[in-house]
């Protein structure tokens, strides 16, 4: 919170975000599994999770946490 000059709510929301995302594309992600394969997903998953926690790195400030983590990495 310090690093990012950001109160409680704001640093939440990228933990928030990332679980309701998870939740909700669930059937989607089900149907692409069925599609393409449970292998493929899961490694394009695994992908692009590590993506989005690796960029978070980079991150100067919250919104860009919030999009990495929130939406990249809940994916």
Known sequence: MARYDTGRKQASLPFI???????????????????????????????????????CFFAENIVAVILLWGIIYGI
């Open 17 to 55: 975000l990332g679980y309701t995302i998870r939740n909700v594309s669930g059937p989607l992600i089900g149907y692409l599994g069925n599609r393409f394969g449970l292998i493929t997903v899961t490694v394009l998953g695994c992908l692009l999770s590590t993506v989005g926690v690796g960029a």
